[in-house]
């Protein structure tokens, strides 16, 4: 599915080729803490479908408890998360953010990962009262 994505205030724009089937939730802490957030909703695109339309993202490198690192790219004005991959300038692939994308209603995640470290009251909200307004 071709996606265009942007940052909030506008800078960071980017269109890319992803696979709606690989869209899923995240629940690990380092993305509740990088979200701010309950969780993160990410979907795969390859890289050489992978376009920067306007501005230049700036990087930080995760490093998770394991060693692993993660570039993790977000709009230097604004901080909307863009993608985050692989640490190398060759990535296989990008996780784009699926709240950035144009397509978001589109992009119902498939799967959960990382449960065990899930907020419990995230996985089903849709028994607290409704306010449209606020
Ligand atoms: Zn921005
Ligand atoms: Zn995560």
Known sequence: MKVQGSCHCGQVTYEAEVDPESAHICNCTDCQMLTGSAFRVTVHAPRPAFRLL????????KIADSGARRRH????????????????DDPASYSLRVGCLAQCAQLAPRKRNWLRSSLPWAQNVSSLPANDTQ
């Open 54 to 61: 306007s501005g230049q993202p700036k990087v930080y490198v």
């Open 73 to 88: 790219s977000f709009c230097p004005n604004c901080g909307t998360p863009v993608h985050s991959s692989a640490d190398t």
